[in-house]
């Protein structure tokens, strides 16, 4: 393949992308929608999720398999659903059972021909299948337009991803990590490859493409971002965009000085049953017009913070109810001066990772606190192959000290305790997940990283 087909095969795929998107999708009608429901009051945004509620659970009482023989099960009636309240008679749903009986929660409803099928990561070996159909995926490039716009983005801006993008050996040999996709004005670049050696390809693809916004993964930002301030570079833009991992705070303040604006994270999942997004005044917002999500209490995690449990509102195809996606909030009591009534969080933490098992039986998770102070290092990933001993997994320039790896041991001893023997491991590279992302703690203990009700998407 030459360089130019990829590029050529990137447009025609961006032209699919927005055929299906916006000629195909309601994505208008939602558009205008989304754009009026974000100044609600409170009152009209529960009365829309309750209607929408009760509407969902009759779809699902007439079409879907699983949820009728569960409320058969349970005695459970539509009529019986009269408020979000009743939510708590309907069961929670496990990843596992999904994954094990996907027909069971697909509606015979349901043209297959027209649905869009999409997998969730698979960073626990085996992946989801899921379907989608047009409203959903119209109601979401609707609400995914509003979260730029509240970034301070317009339709036309043209912007770059940075995500786990797959290139061609013969792009790379030629030094080529990017393709300009001009039917959706996006420069799809590969998170893959970001090095001393590469980096400056990237921003001048960047340059080149007079681009003006940047969405991907955090992680793969901010070693962009490394790299450019330690060179003194700096690349103004109107915003960055990041998800899929866990935005660190010491990550985003690189990535604000290398791009000189603002970081917008938001948050959501292949199975489609959560969306948290950051208005301009960088609040965490849950959006009610998109799914009713839950923040239940775990006797896992400590106060202040929930697992988030989430029913899908907007995808007939594949409904999800009460799903437990296995992610934790941290709730924050503070109203936001947006003027948005929407609930406000502090931020998602445990995205993607596993938790720390010592040996006298403590869960740890969220060691990102490790890295405050330290210098030099690009990457880092926590490994923990056995009980009583734990690798941190660092990719570092040759400026990196002794004296930095004795923090982080230092730091992460303070955390885990006695018992646990701890090891600095330079790696030329962190491997990263069949979808580009980065683990940030792998543990081999399977005692609590192997529950079902914790498992990372």
Not at 337 to 345: A, D, E, K, S, T
Not at 348 to 356: A, K, N, Q
Not at 440 to 449: D, F, G, K, L, R
């Amino acid at each position: 393949m030459k360089v130019q087909d990829i590029n050529i095969g990137v447009k025609l795929n961006g032209f699919k992308h927005i055929f299906v998107k916006k000629r195909l999708s309601p994505w208008k009608k939602y558009n205008r929608f989304l754009s009026d429901s974000q100044w609600w009051s409170k009152g009209d945004l529960l009365d829309y999720q309750q209607q929408a509620f009760k509407r969902l659970i009759e779809r699902v009482y007439e079409h879907v398999p699983y949820y009728r023989g569960a409320m058969q099960i349970f005695n459970v009636k539509p009529d019986d659903i009269r408020s979000l309240q009743d939510l708590s008679l309907m069961p929670f749903v496990e990843k596992e059972m999904v994954r094990r009986n996907p027909g069971q929660f697909l509606s015979t409803k349901s043209f297959a021909p027209v649905l869009y099928k999409c997998h969730t990561s698979g960073t626990t070996g085996t992946p989801l299948t899921l379907y989608r159909d047009l409203r959903n995926i119209g109601f979401e490039y609707a609400m995914l337009s509003r979260q730029r716009q509240w970034a301070g983005l317009s339709e036309g801006d043209r912007y770059a991803t940075l995500k786990g993008e797959l290139l061609p050996v013969r792009s790379l040999a030629a030094k080529k990590f990017c393709a300009w996709n001009g039917a959706e004005n996006k420069l799809v670049m590969s998170s893959y490859h970001i090095s001393a050696q590469t980096f400056r390809e990237y921003v001048h693809a960047l340059t080149r493409y007079k681009v003006v916004a940047l969405d991907g993964y955090p992680s793969s930002i901010y070693a962009l971002a490394a790299f450019m301030l330690d060179r003194g570079m700096v690349l103004p833009m109107k915003a960055i965009l990041t998800s899929s991992e866990t935005l660190v705070p010491e990550h985003k303040k690189i990535i604000e000085q290398a791009f000189a604006c603002r970081v917008f994270d938001y948050y959501g999942m292949a199975e489609r049953i959560a969306a948290i997004h950051t208005c301009e005044h960088g609040s965490y917002h849950i959006v009610p017009e998109y799914s009713i999500v839950e923040l239940v209490r775990s006797s896992q995690v400590g106060d202040g913070f929930f697992e988030i449990v989430g029913t899908a509102l907007n995808n007939n195809a594949m409904p999800l109810i009460r799903y437990r996606v296995g992610d934790i909030a941290e709730t924050l009591d503070k109203a936001c001066p947006c003027g948005r009534h929407y609930p406000v969080l502090k931020g998602i933490v445990g995205r993607t990772d596993d938790s720390i098992i010592t040996p006298n039986g403590k869960i740890i998770g969220r060691l990102d606190h490790i890295y405050k102070g330290t210098h030099h290092l690009r990457q880092a990933q926590i490994y923990q192959p056995e009980q009583d001993r734990v690798i941190v997994r660092i990719v570092a320039d040759e400026a990196f000290s002794e004296r930095d790896g004795d923090i982080v041991l230092e730091k992460l001893y303070h955390r885990l305790g006695d018992g646990i023997r701890l090891e600095i491991e330079r790696v030329p590279y962190i491997t990263r997940t069949p979808r580009g992302k980065i683990k940030s703690v792998i543990s081999e203990v399977a005692a609590w990283n192997d529950h079902p009700l914790i498992e990372r998407s």
